[in-house]
């Protein structure tokens, strides 16, 4: 196996050009392959492979530094071979449940999840996402590999814009991490708290100052007071850090959420259903909103009713919002 490891690494350095065997493309997974019906090299391979992105990610970062090659060329040669060892894995039909390569499969699909986020090539995740859903061992690895895997795939569908589903898997990922693993608790709230927010649940302060992340917290008041205001203060503050995680984008989509709480008060102080368009660029212009009319407010009105957040509809001929009302057990209310 100490040859699979040498044809592994070799593998690198024919990519960057100093292998003494320039002519010969790397077959390491083959000798994976040879052990027929059995699993005993799983342990190897997961320690040569994690090595193998491992050593991908430093020689990409001193090439860098000098500025030669491709940036991400590395890891992607890096993610052929890690395909290539995933292959023999998923193709094992032949041995007993016990003695499958299969048991290799979220390992090493986690390694592969972690090289095309770095290189931002996610649409590569979703072949590898598909042999999981289809595996009867999904449900069966190791918890610490389904914590990966669900973290991988819970940020892929935030950034899809699947925000139920990235709730349930950065949620599993979170409740099921070891308690004494502060640092990756961190590091998946931070995608869990953007998706939370935009379903409607907000962090309590308590939880922001146990895991250091309080450059969400004037964040959190914003969105709950519907205070455009702040949101966009808060966003400017700590943009650095948010662009850094990759989720400024997604907290941008806050404000929408923002405008309905801010509405949601005019509707509050006017008491009634049928409420002006212009209390609500009134409301806007209060929030320092530049350059708004009228035309844009029932743009954001349209967009309120059309994602379900405002129950009612828009009077161009009134000039006025129309909101549903309903009674329910005798008692009147407003979903708005």
Not at 161 to 178: R, T
Request: glycine letters at 4%; hydrophobic letters at 40%.
């Amino acid at each position: 196996m100490h040859q699979v490891q040498v044809l592994i690494i070799d593998s690198v350095l024919w990519k960057n050009g100093k292998s003494e065997r320039p002519t010969e493309e790397p077959e390491g997974h083959k000798a994976f392959q040879a052990h027929k019906e059995e699993n005993w090299a799983l342990p190897v391979m997961f320690a040569v492979t994690l090595d193998l992105r491992i050593f991908a990610n430093n020689a990409e970062q001193q090439l860098q530094k000098k500025g030669k090659g491709k940036v991400g060329d590395m890891l992607e040669k890096a993610a052929e071979q890690l395909m290539s060892c995933f292959r023999v894995c998923a193709s094992d039909n032949r041995a007993g449940i016990d003695d499958s390569k299969k048991w290799g499969m979220l390992f090493l699909i986690n390694q592969l999840f972690k090289i095309y986020f770095k290189i931002n090539k996610l649409h590569l995740c979703k072949p590898l996402i598909r042999a999981i859903d289809s595996s009867n061992l999904k449900d069966d690895y190791s918890m610490a590999q389904r914590v990966t895997y669900k973290y991988y795939v819970g940020r892929k569908a935030m950034f899809d814009s699947n925000f139920k589903l990235a709730e349930e898997y950065l949620s599993f990922s979170f409740q099921h991490s070891h308690r004494s693993c502060q640092r990756n608790k961190r590091l998946i709230l931070i995608y869990l708290l953007p998706v939370k927010m935009l379903l409607g649940h907000m962090p309590t302060t308590q939880l922001l100052k146990k895991y250091d992340l309080m450059q969400f917290t004037d964040v959190t008041k914003a969105v709950s007071e519907g205070n455009l205001l702040l949101l966009n203060e808060a966003l400017a503050k700590h943009e650095t850090f948010f662009i850094r995680c990759g989720i400024f984008l997604i907290l941008e989509k806050l404000k929408i959420i923002t405008y309905r709480n801010l509405f949601k008060k005019v509707y509050l102080l006017l008491k009634t259903h049928q409420l002006p368009l212009d209390a609500f660029l009134v409301a806007l212009k209060m929030m320092q909103v530049e350059e708004v009319d009228i035309d844009e407010v029932q743009c954001i009105l349209a967009n309120l009713i059309y994602m379900g957040h405002i129950k009612g509809y828009i009077s161009h001929q009134h000039q006025k919002l129309v909101v549903n009302l309903y009674v329910k057990r005798q008692r009147s209310r407003v979903r708005l």
